[in-house]
Every structure is written in C-alpha cells, then in structure tokens.
C-alpha cells in the first residue's frame, strides 16, 4: 500500500503548509480527495488493462503431426484418470487399426504411464534432435517417466516443471498421429492452464469417483476446462460399485450416481460407468491394461458400454464400438 493510500485510510491526511504548519483535513474533505485520486487511478488502470487485453493469451499452436488432442484430467488425484487414459488410448486404437493413436504424459511429479504401459529405457534422438516416443501395445508414449529414475522424486519448482511440459508438447517427434491422448496432472494449476493455452484441443474428458468430495474438485476442473475455452466432453465415473465375486452382492462404496448428479448440474454426459474391480487393479499395476490383456472379459464390457464419447466433435468416435 503507498503513502497517500495509508494516509487516507487513517481518517485524515496532514497538509504541510507555508513555514511548516500542518493542518488535518477531515473526514468529508478526505472521502473526497480520495474519489478525485480513485478516478486517476481507474483510468491509469483502465488504460493498463487495455494494453494487456490487447496482448491476448499465448497463441495456440498445434503438435506438429498431430490431428486431434484428447485430454484426460480430474481434479483430485488417485480416482483412476491415468487408467481411463491408457485404456481410451487402447481402445482408440483397437476400433480403428488405421488410426494411429499417441498417449502424452504430462504429470511431471508421478508419471504413471511407463509402468501401465510396460515401458522403461530413454527415448532416442532424431536426426532433428527430437526425442522419440516408446512404443508398445501400437500406442506411441511419452512420459517424463523415461526421463528420470523411477524412484527418484521430481523435486522442483513450478519454472522448471514448466520448461518440462514445454519439451514434452514441442520436442517429441510423433510422426504422424490421428489421436493424442493427454494424461494430466490432478487439479487446476500452472500445467493444465500451459496446455489448454498452448495447443488446439478436441476436448476434455473429466474422471472422478461418486464420493463428494472427489466431485467437488471435478466440478472445478470441468470449470476451469470451460473458462480456457476447451469443451468439456463429459465425466467418467470411475470406481462406481464393487460387486463382491462370490455372492454377487453390489456395494457402492464411494456412493451411488454422484457423478451423473454432478453431470447434470453442468448439463454434461456420463461417458462412461466404471466399476471397482480387480482385475482392472491388477492389470494396470502389471503393465498389461485391461483394454488390451483382457478384451473379451466382462470387466471390460462394463468398462465400454456405457462410454461413446458423442460429442467430441470428431467424425467416427464411437470408439467403444468395437466391444458393444
């Protein structure tokens, strides 16, 4: 706060006069001094706000060789939004075998994409000094996870995690992909706001559980998808109901429908219904994502059936078709 502003906060300014007299101005005579100085500032300040709207946001720019981006997010970790991105990559992939489908990894702090993707090793270099993603199951991955030990804890600050994210997006030679999908960090910070400003984006898939306070957090990143302009595709509700696998009874043990209630509060689809299984567990931990190990299982038809990702305005992708 500057001089004049705590001055005339205190209830009155002092004048110093002629030969050094003083003089209190009252109250009245500061309210109005401080309008006369308020309409200075709002115009110097109207003024600033010009120049700097006029800059407008980073332009956007596409990954070259990719044709549609499709972001996976949520806005509270551990609610299974790496496991929806591996397995809609997969599936992707296994709808169209012309398709050439990439999973991005941008979760600088717990990568998790080279364990469920069965990868390990560093990319190599292009003749243009590019790194080249890891392949397997036909997906083309990257992860900051080929970039460093994988028990050595990424401790740094938000600078550099932003210099990170922007080799990741610029310095990856892909070829020729139809879909990228990106697995993002949980919440609403500095990475999401740098991809959503710097690159095209087809739109946003937002994954939760039906527990409250998992939605809460998803309604936020559905909001902040919304205020950076990227059209939000719908919620997956993920970890929906256990079924026990002897009795068969069903336990809803993160609650029932709060995702849909969430969805029509935003006026969104449920793209998918997912429920907490296994087998779905055990095949991310071992690297061989359910989508991929276990097609025909009827954990993957659950996982299927109720996603058809409509409305992401991109020609043909019903892309669970392949196992309605």
Same mark, same amino acid.
């Given at each position: 706060?500057?001089?004049?502003?705590?001055?005339?906060?205190?209830?009155?300014?002092?004048?110093?006069?002629?030969?050094?007299?003083?003089?209190?101005?009252?109250?009245?005579?500061?309210?109005? &001094?401080?309008?006369?100085?308020?309409?200075?500032?709002?115009?110097?300040?109207?003024?600033?706000?010009?120049?700097?709207?006029?800059?407008?946001?980073?332009?956007?720019?596409?990954?070259?060789?990719?044709?549609?981006?499709?972001?996976? +997010?949520?806005?509270?970790?551990?609610?299974?939004?790496?496991?929806?991105?591996?397995?809609? +990559?997969?599936?992707?992939?296994?709808?169209?075998?012309?398709?050439?489908?990439?999973?991005?990894?941008?979760?600088?702090?717990?990568?998790?994409?080279?364990?469920?993707?069965?990868?390990?090793?560093?990319?190599?270099?292009?003749?243009?000094?590019?790194?080249?993603?890891?392949?397997?199951?036909?997906?083309?991955?990257?992860?900051?996870? &080929?970039?460093?030990?994988?028990?050595?804890?990424?401790?740094?600050?938000?600078?550099?995690?932003?210099?990170?994210?922007?080799?990741?997006?610029?310095?990856?030679?892909?070829?020729?992909?139809?879909?990228?999908?990106?697995?993002?960090?949980?919440?609403?910070?500095?990475?999401?706001?740098?991809?959503?400003?710097?690159?095209?984006?087809?739109?946003?898939?937002?994954?939760?559980?039906?527990?409250?306070?998992?939605?809460?957090?998803?309604?936020?990143?559905?909001?902040? &998808?919304?205020?950076?302009?990227?059209?939000?595709?719908?919620?997956?509700?993920?970890?929906?109901?256990?079924?026990?696998?002897?009795?068969?009874?069903?336990?809803?043990? &993160?609650?029932?429908?709060?995702?849909?209630?969430?969805?029509?509060?935003?006026?969104?689809?449920?793209?998918?219904?997912?429920?907490?299984?296994?087998?779905?567990?055990?095949?991310?931990?071992?690297?061989?994502?359910?989508?991929?190990?276990?097609?025909?299982?009827?954990?993957?038809?659950?996982?299927?059936?109720?996603?058809?990702?409509?409305?992401?305005?991109?020609?043909?992708?019903?892309?669970?078709?392949?196992?309605?």
């Amino acid at each position: 706060m500057g001089l004049w502003q705590r001055l005339l906060l205190s209830g009155g300014v002092l004048l110093r006069g002629v030969g050094g007299a003083t003089a209190r101005l009252g109250r009245s005579r500061v309210l109005v &001094f401080r309008r006369q100085l308020s309409g200075v500032e709002s115009e110097t300040l109207k003024q600033r706000r010009t120049q700097i709207m006029s800059r407008g946001l980073p332009k956007q720019k596409p990954i070259e060789g990719v044709k549609q981006v499709i972001v996976v +997010a949520s806005g509270k970790g551990g609610v299974g939004k790496s496991t929806t991105a591996v397995n809609l +990559a997969l599936a992707l992939a296994a709808n169209d075998s012309t398709k050439a489908i990439g999973l991005l990894d941008v979760d600088v702090y717990g990568p998790s994409v080279p364990k469920m993707m069965n990868l390990r090793g560093n990319p190599e270099l292009s003749q243009n000094n590019l790194m080249k993603p890891l392949l397997n199951y036909g997906i083309a991955c990257m992860s900051m996870g &080929f970039l460093v030990e994988e028990t050595a804890p990424v401790v740094w600050r938000g600078l550099m995690v932003m210099s990170a994210i922007e080799k990741l997006l610029r310095q990856v030679d892909w070829g020729q992909l139809d879909y990228l999908v990106v697995d993002m960090p949980p919440g609403t910070g500095d990475v999401q706001l740098s991809v959503s400003q710097n690159i095209p984006i087809s739109g946003a898939v937002i994954v939760s559980t039906p527990q409250d306070i998992a939605l809460m957090d998803a309604h936020k990143g559905a909001e902040m &998808f919304r205020k950076v302009h990227v059209p939000v595709l719908g919620l997956v509700q993920n970890m929906s109901v256990f079924q026990c696998p002897k009795c068969k009874h069903k336990t809803h043990i &993160f609650g029932a429908d709060g995702a849909r209630k969430l969805a029509r509060t935003l006026d969104l689809d449920v793209l998918g219904d997912i429920p907490l299984h296994l087998n779905i567990r055990e095949t991310s931990d071992t690297g061989q994502p359910i989508v991929f190990s276990q097609p025909e299982s009827d954990e993957v038809s659950s996982i299927l059936k109720y996603i058809h990702l409509l409305q992401l305005g991109i020609p043909s992708l019903s892309v669970y078709s392949a196992y309605m």
